[in-house]
């Protein structure tokens, strides 16, 4: 048996069922110039390094270690000397090689050639792009999810950056939310995996990363970024927390906070969930850094009264690093002689900065050389790597008589939309004098999978390839008219998605209805491609169109794995990591609600409900298609009592009923029956993605710990109560075959 990966060991710790397919090792490091990996050390290696930060300190003067706790952007403010002045402990949105070098000559000529770290928001890509961390969670493989992060680190790594400003693993059930696309959705127990699996990914790549952000900020009121949040304790680590501390047992270097206010608090001010909690109780070892001068941003929050208090109280809470504010490098050495600040406080920021700086192995390193940029830019490797993750990213939601994979019969393709006719360029190399990594159309691959005796034909549609406004839609609906089938790609693109890109209305925006509306007014079989970065409302038009693909910004091979999906070179295998709802007025939807005293059970008026709209979601959490036929039976547990200390086991056979070879995610769910308080109907404790041939059998095993069926109480205790628990199997939240399981003292 391999060695378990470092993410599985660390999610082991606070889950405990975990994925049988989580046990294949990490992949290889391909040969060419391998990343330095980045770790904390142990043992006398780090005793060590406390030694050596202790000599540091004692040669630095204020301002140097003032300067250690700046983190400075590239902009018209910044200055190049300012590091070789001891300003700046670390710079971000450096992307050019020679800068990056410049910087780092600049940091061995400062008078105790203490190192920067070099920093940028390497999400998911840096010249090849991965899917959107939403679309990884997709593919329910925490395997594809940590090979994704080694390449987007791999890549930044090789222009010089050594820092990411991710996992992003925020908590949300709120589709509205436009940061929807950088987390892994809505559920606790797969985000939790899965942001173990990312961080471990940047570090085998060769990055340090930044738990973020700390902490609530995916439950901003109404969907709106940066809005308030009010959280209870018991939701709070149930459900907010976990995340983050599989992220700190796999080894996350820094935790940067959240830009929004909790309870009433802002999360850059709050002393006891970052100095008390996150450093105290967690026992975090690495540095907090604000989030984009969120340390200015207390003053509107109304909790500071000028930048000097704002410094006092981001400072004091524990807040090690400013980004961007100015505040740090203004006021807090005036603050430390005027004795409103301790010097000791700031020599303990200071040692941690340090800390992170020196198990990076950033003293020791060898200076960047910026050729590494043109050779390891944009590989075969990373784009292979890149089609292998968005292939299992596909989400198939619907395919009426099996329309899907297209038939020889079809002799014409009429592709619809500008987003399936467009190539894609990303940000980073653009500007840079860097290879760049550019997307293949949608049409081009489906021409070339189709072959030349099947005529492929295209019509953008819209005025742009944002997709922003109409176009020549009577063109559009022509070409669709003309062919067998129509395939049209909808949705977000360009500067519709992420920070600052709130929805209040989920619906496709109306030009883009009314051109999908004329073309299946053509009567021709209509495919839906959903390119967005969340869940949208597709009820419209899901009765109309005889299929529909989900994808969650699938990256530099997106369009050929969609290609491959729709010619059956690829049997989808993608599930959904948040709920569909039928209307934007259902969200917040997602699966693991509290139950009621008046559940829905007849329609009756006084039940829970709307007058308007079903309760139920269009589709459920962990729902997704295949071309086969997936069929679960034969569920058993090894005994119908557990205690407390033990191990809830059982198996299901899965049967691939008809169809192709193909891969179904085994899903488990659990209720606690009666509890001191409401539990939710089910909550997802294990999953496993099971590759099964045609007409074959295979069973399923899996194993929850009893210890991860408790909750958190209102005072922040742990609780695991004894009494009886359904067990659910299936493909999906909804799932049915079910047994039952009595938790003994």
């Known amino acids: 048996m391999p060695a378990s990966p470092r993410w599985l060991l660390a999610a082991a710790l606070l889950l405990g069922s975990l994925p049988a397919l989580a046990q294949t090792p990490a992949p290889p490091v391909p040969a060419g110039s391998p990343p330095v990996p980045r770790a904390w050390k142990t ?51 450096f992307v050019t090689p020679s800068e990056i070098r410049a910087i780092q000559l600049r940091a061995a000529r400062s008078r105790l050639r203490i190192p920067a770290i070099i920093a940028l928001d390497a999400i998911n890509g840096f010249a090849t792009y991965m ?8 593919t329910f493989n925490p395997r594809l999810v940590e090979l994704a992060s080694y390449w987007s680190a791999r890549e930044a790594r090789a222009v010089g950056i050594n820092w990411t400003f991710a996992p992003m693993i925020d908590m949300t059930r709120d589709a509205r939310w436009g940061r929807v696309m950088e987390g892994a959705g809505e559920d606790v127990h797969l985000a939790s995996i899965l942001a173990a699996a990312r961080t471990v990914g940047y570090h085998r790549g060769g990055l340090a990363t930044s738990a973020k952000h700390y902490i609530g900020y995916g439950e901003a009121e109404g969907g709106r970024d940066y809005n308030s949040v009010w959280i209870p304790v018991s939701k709070l680590w149930d459900y907010h927390m976990p995340p983050f501390q599989a992220s700190l047992a796999a080894g996350a270097f820094t935790v940067m906070t ?55 109280r981001a400072f004091g809470a524990g807040i090690d690093m400013d980004m ?9 050495a005036q603050l430390v002689r005027s004795g409103a600040i301790s010097e000791a406080a700031v020599n303990e920021s200071v040692r941690r900065v340090l800390r992170v700086k020196l198990h990076m192995g950033l003293f020791e390193e060898a200076p960047y050389d910026p050729a590494l940029a043109q050779r390891d830019l944009g590989t075969a490797e990373a784009r292979e790597a890149s089609l292998e993750i968005a292939r299992e990213a596909v989400i198939l939601l619907k395919n009426d008589n099996a329309i899907l994979p297209l038939k020889p019969a079809v002799r014409s393709v009429a592709v619809i939309g500008s987003l399936a006719t467009h190539q894609e360029d990303w940000q980073y190399t653009e500007n840079a004098g860097l290879p760049r990594v550019i997307s293949p159309r949608l049409t081009d691959q489906l021409q070339t999978l189709l072959g030349s005796g099947v005529g492929v034909s295209a019509a953008a549609g819209f005025a742009t ?29 360009c500067e519709q998605y992420g920070e600052g890109t709130s929805r209040a209305h989920l619906d496709l925006p109306a030009h883009q209805q009314a051109l999908l509306d004329a073309v299946i007014a053509t009567g021709k079989p209509v495919v839906v491609i959903m390119h967005t970065s969340r869940p949208f409302v597709l009820t419209r038009f899901i009765d109309r169109v005889a299929a529909v693909i989900q994808a969650f910004h699938l990256g530099t091979e997106g369009r050929t794995a969609i290609a491959e999906v729709l010619t059956g070179r690829t049997n989808p ?70 205690p407390r200390s033990g191990t809830v086991a059982g198996s299901v056979r899965l049967t691939n009923a008809a169809g192709p070879a193909g891969q179904e995610v085994v899903q488990v769910y659990v209720r606690q029956r009666v509890g001191q308080r409401s539990r939710p109907v089910r909550q997802l404790k294990h999953f496993e993605k099971v ?28 609780v695991v109560e004894p009494g009886e628990y359904d067990i659910f199997v299936g493909g999906d939240s909804n799932a049915t075959l079910a047994a039952r399981v009595t938790v003994t003292e």
């Open 43 to 93: 043992g006398e290696e780090a005793a060590a390094i406390e030694r050596r930060i202790d000599a540091l300190l004692a040669q630095m003067t204020l301002e140097e270690k003032v300067g250690q706790l700046n983190l400075w952007g590239r902009g018209d403010e910044f200055r190049m000397e300012w590091v070789e002045e001891g300003r700046t402990g670390a710079v971000m949105n």
């Open 131 to 138: 899917p959107q961390p939403l679309g990884q969670a997709a």
């Open 258 to 312: 959240s830009l929004s206010a909790m309870n009433g608090i802002a999360s850059t001010a709050d002393r006891h969930l970052v100095a008390e909690v996150l450093k105290g109780q967690l026992g975090f070892r690495g540095f907090v850094v604000s989030d984009f001068e969120s340390v200015k941003e207390l003053i509107a929050h109304g909790q500071a009264a000028d930048g000097p208090d704002a410094v006092r």
């Open 324 to 332: 961007m504010a100015g505040l740090y490098d203004a006021h807090l």
């Open 465 to 493: 390839h944002c997709s922003l406004a109409a176009g020549d839609t009577a063109g559009a609906v022509a070409t669709a008219r003309a062919a067998d089938v129509a395939v049209v790609m909808l949705g977000e693109d």
């Open 573 to 642: 295998s993608g599930k959904l990591p948040m709920t569909f709802p039928r209307a934007t007025g259902q969200v917040p939807i997602y699966y693991d609600r509290l139950p009621t005293g008046r559940p829905r059970v007849k329609n009756f008026r006084y039940e829970t409900g709307y007058l308007d709209e079903s309760m139920e979601p269009l589709f459920p959490f962990g729902f997704g298609l295949s071309f086969s036929r997936f069929t679960f039976d034969q569920l058993t547990l090894s005994s119908p009592t557990v």
């Open 691 to 718: 590759a099964v041939a045609a007409g074959a059998s295979q069973t399923v095993t899996f194993r929850i710990p009893v210890q991860a069926l408790g909750y958190h109480d209102d005072a922040g205790r742990y």
